[in-house]
């Protein structure tokens, strides 16, 4: 079994899981609500695509720091995954879940 594989399954796993997104639905997507690092309410909501990737970059990375809180450790894993290809289309496509989230939460900016 591939080690590299195996980690990038589970940042990942972990990552999806380690964002807490709380949606409410009253008929508008603009109740879609998440937690921010203080545990605040904030809204998934944008005025841009651009602010929305900008978002989900950002639970992107809120997602790494909560499923490895060391940053010691977090620091010297880097080097591991920062120069693997299967490590870094893994984070892609984390990023790219939490976008398609943020953007239909705006309903694709078509307002």
Same mark, same amino acid.
């Given at each position: 079994?591939n &080690? $590299? /594989? *195996?980690?990038?399954? &589970? *940042?990942?796993l972990?990552?999806?899981?380690? =964002?807490?997104v709380? *949606? +409410?639905f @009253? #008929? !508008?997507?603009a109740s879609?609500?998440?937690?921010?690092e203080? #545990?605040?309410?904030i809204?998934l909501?944008?005025? +841009?695509?651009?602010?929305?990737?900008a978002?989900a =970059?950002?639970? !992107? /990375?809120k #997602?790494? +720091?909560? +499923?490895?809180?060391d $940053?010691?450790v977090? %620091?010297t894993l /880097?080097?591991n995954?920062?120069?693997?290809? @299967?490590? =870094?289309i893994?984070?892609? %496509? &984390?990023?790219?879940v939490?976008?398609?989230t *943020?953007?239909a939460?705006?309903?694709y900016? $078509?307002?």
């Amino acid at each position: 079994m591939n &080690v $590299k /594989r *195996v980690i990038a399954a &589970v *940042v990942i796993l972990l990552g999806a899981a380690a =964002l807490s997104v709380i *949606v +409410t639905f @009253d #008929g !508008s997507p603009a109740s879609a609500q998440t937690m921010n690092e203080d #545990g605040e309410l904030i809204s998934l909501q944008t005025a +841009t695509p651009e602010e929305g990737f900008a978002l989900a =970059l950002s639970l !992107s /990375r809120k #997602g790494v +720091t909560e +499923t490895q809180p060391d $940053k010691e450790v977090l %620091h010297t894993l /880097r080097p591991n995954y920062s120069n693997d290809p @299967d490590s =870094l289309i893994a984070a892609s %496509h &984390v990023v790219a879940v939490h976008f398609q989230t *943020v953007a239909a939460a705006n309903n694709y900016w $078509k307002d």
